[in-house]
């Protein structure tokens, strides 16, 4: 296993991502760099050597194209209209990332997951993520297995598209969302198509959409939760059954309601309080 230095051997990260062999490290130093990277190979470690390693630039950073144990850490990205794409990768981990300033005409993301499972999202930052039609921090489609921890998302989708929010699951099954931050964004969770899926720990406040949107989603936990809501729903599931909601704590405001249903869902042991005017 060899130590590529960015840009002491290679000026340029595509460049050390081509040049590296199976468990190599890649270690970029200070500096703004550029460039749309594309990763096939697996079991590589591409680190930010520094504290000031910016990647700043359009189209999409990072895209890990089939691969699998590939360690992406402590970039700060900006000024993409794609962050990190995973298309059909395994056991990869995006980590103590910055995203901010993610923006494009329609469908911006911090990070997209394609086809993939097994992959972790941690320790990340997400703020500024908008475009014309709707904005993602982390969207995750078509894919299983994933977790997204201890990460902060604000200022996502604040355009206001309904369908869209800082985490949304499309046709996404069995995940693990759990101990992230939401605030200061339009919705909070969306999920659709999505079944078994775990959602726990998590604080959302401040944002003004619905807090979390399940459609069409069976079989999702809901628990030990803190959220402050801002809206006129804080979750909202519609055309869904069996969701257990259980030890959540949530503060609405006067008028507006906790929980909004269509199906059947198991409710137990939250506590909702209402505040008045």
Not at 177 to 200: A, C, P, V
Request: charged residues 20%; negative net charge.
């Amino acid at each position: 296993m060899a130590t590529i230095y960015v840009p002491d051997d290679y000026t340029k990260i595509q460049d050390a991502v081509d040049a590296a062999s199976p468990g190599d490290k890649i270690r970029v130093k200070d500096g703004s760099y550029n460039e749309e990277v594309s990763i096939t190979k697996d079991n590589l470690h591409i680190i930010a050597d520094g504290s000031n390693v910016v990647l700043d630039g359009s189209g999409t950073t990072f895209l890990l194209d089939g691969c699998s144990n590939v360690k992406i850490e402590g970039f700060t990205i900006r000024s993409y209209y794609t962050g990190i794409k995973i298309y059909n990768g395994s056991n990869n981990t995006i980590s103590q990332c910055a995203f901010s300033d993610i923006s494009g005409y329609a469908d911006a993301a911090g990070v997209r997951i394609y086809n993939g499972s097994n992959n972790t999202i941690c320790q990340c930052a997400f703020s500024d993520i908008k475009s014309r039609v709707g904005a993602t921090g982390v969207r995750i489609y078509n894919s299983s297995n994933n977790t997204i921890s201890q990460c902060d998302f604000t200022q996502c989708n604040t355009e206001g598209d309904s369908e869209y929010a800082p985490i949304k699951l499309e046709d996404a099954n069995c995940n693990d969302i759990t101990k992230n931050r939401i605030w200061d964004s339009y919705n909070g969770i969306i999920l659709s198509n999505s079944h078994n899926n775990n959602f726990i720990s998590n604080q959302i406040w401040s944002n003004t959409g619905i807090d979390f949107y399940l459609e069409n989603s069976n079989n999702n936990l809901i628990s030990r939760n803190l959220i402050d809501s801002n809206g006129d729903r804080t979750i909202y599931i519609k055309s869904s059954i069996n969701n257990s909601i259980s030890r959540n704590m949530i503060r609405v405001g006067s008028g507006s309601k906790a929980i909004v249903q269509s199906g059947s869902i198991t409710l137990s042991n939250n506590s909702i309080e209402e505040l008045t005017p």
